[in-house]
């Protein structure tokens, strides 16, 4: 369409998905396609003439194809992943076919039709695994130790090398654990929303080891804000971390949520997963000098926003 920025998002029907559309119909010149398997608006998502949803799998070419055919698209945000860090062998076998396999063939199709730029979804609180006691760059080494940030590797190193193949530009994005409102609450996916759900079902919390693992947790709408920002000012051939760039145990974050609702739910302390790295928190300053861009949403905040919206939601529903 004309004097439009059009954009085709890969899973936007997901939590991301959720709060990063509507930040990018913010921008009266984005036009947005989103493409999923759900991909009907939200309740949340008022009808906007800008946004446009295809019903489709993710693995069959020819469904991805008539986005391609119908618009002039101008940028690919691919969400997809149907993993998470406690993923095993079998789901890493089942997300090559059905992840990074397309993510091949959707390379060729961007080449083929000449769109230039993807921004890809990767995960910094997964793929530098086990590191020192620091806040990691994007420099750090990668050596993820889990499925999930595995997946991610994989496809970051494909993007670079279509890159040099097909001169295809890229926007890598390396979130920290990521938590706010829109979450798929039923799937109770992220600790904190996992622990509010618990809290609201008065059922224990349970945390894997001793509570003492430290995680940088960023607000939803905090990481969306960022992305329009690296999406307005055209920034590619980057790899950005997004994060808070403070760390917090586990510990701490259920002490908050239990405060939140004045709650004594007990807790059942488990064995550790060696799927969990003990520390990460993630170097912000490049994103902060390339678009000078600060998280606003402190976690206790954050964890308060999320509480009501699930408390709304869930009670809604029963």
């Known amino acids: 369409m004309k004097n439009t920025y059009n954009i085709l998002i890969l899973g936007g029907s997901g939590f991301i998905g959720r709060n990063l559309i509507p930040e990018l119909l913010k921008d009266h010149r984005n036009y947005i396609i989103n493409f999923d398997q759900n991909p009907h608006p939200e309740q949340f998502l008022e009808q906007n003439p800008r946004l446009v949803s295809f019903f489709g799998n993710f693995h069959e070419t020819s469904a991805l194809k008539a986005c391609f055919d119908l618009y002039d698209i101008n940028l690919v945000i691919h969400l997809i992943s149907g993993l998470i860090p ?24 961007m080449s083929e039709y000449g769109v230039q730029k993807l921004l890809f979804f990767s995960s910094g609180g997964t793929i530098y695994g086990r590191t020192k006691m620091h806040k990691i760059s994007e420099a750090e080494p990668l050596n993820p130790i889990n499925f999930y940030g595995y997946s991610k590797l994989v496809l970051e190193k494909y993007l670079l090398l279509m890159h040099e193949k097909y001169n295809i530009d890229y926007l890598i994005i390396r979130p920290s654990n990521i938590y706010g409102i829109r979450n ?41 804000d960022a992305v329009r920002l690296l999406i307005q000012e055209r920034i590619k051939n980057k790899t950005l971390n997004i994060g808070y760039g403070y760390g917090v145990e586990i510990n701490e ?53 999320t509480s009501e919206w699930m408390k709304k939601e869930i009670f809604r529903e029963n």
Not at 86 to 109: C, G, K, M, R, W
Not at 200 to 211: S, V
Not at 298 to 305: S, Y
Request: proline share 3%; charged share 25%; hydrophobic share 40%.
């Open 184 to 224: 798929n609450w039923r799937r109770k996916q992220g600790v904190i929303h996992r622990f509010i759900y618990n809290v609201l079902y008065d059922q224990p919390l349970e945390i894997w080891g001793d509570g003492t693992i430290i995680r940088d947790f960023i607000f939803v709408q905090d990481l969306c």
């Open 253 to 305: 974050i259920k002490d908050i949520v239990l405060s939140i609702f004045g709650n004594r739910t007990n807790c059942i302390y488990k064995e550790t997963r060696n799927v969990d790295a003990p520390f990460n928190v993630l170097d912000i300053s490049a994103i902060e000098k390339e678009i000078s861009w600060k998280p606003i949403i402190d976690l206790r905040e954050g964890i308060h926003i």
């Open 86 to 109: 406690s993923s095993n062998q079998a789901d890493f076998l089942h997300e090559i076919n059905s992840v990074i396999l397309p993510t091949y063939s959707l390379i060729e199709l």
